[in-house]
């Protein structure tokens, strides 16, 4: 299984983004798929997450503000971010989950200027 996550870029508080995560290597449909992100200087942290049956999991810091879909027969993942804030600063990545082991895609980088 292979990620190539795309989207990101230079935007400026308020803006809106959505970023992609297409999956090839012919993954299975029973997948669970996540945004994480790492901020300079901080750890990396869940974003949002979406299970194979859609059920959806935010972090409290962008609850309201994102939105994680899938689009299965196509094996893509988006993030819908609306009212990026500077704190959204970061460098992206999505997460596949396939039988208990993670995937992941190279990040792509959100700037968001104040």
């Known amino acids: 299984v292979q990620l190539q996550a795309s989207g990101g870029g230079l935007l400026q508080a308020g803006d809106s983004l959505r970023l992609s995560c297409a999956a090839s290597g012919r993954p299975s449909t029973n997948y669970g798929m996540g945004w994480f992100r790492r901020a300079p200087g901080r750890q990396r942290e869940l974003v949002a997450a979406i299970t194979s049956g859609g059920s959806t999991d935010y972090a409290s810091s962008v609850k309201g503000r994102f939105t994680i879909s899938r689009d299965s027969a196509k094996n893509m993942v988006y993030l819908q971010m609306n009212s990026l804030k500077p704190e959204d600063t970061a460098v992206y990545y999505c997460?596949?989950?396939?039988?208990?082991?993670?995937?992941w895609g190279q990040g792509t980088l959100v700037t968001v200027s104040s």
């Open positions: 997460r596949m989950v396939v039988a208990a082991v993670a995937y």
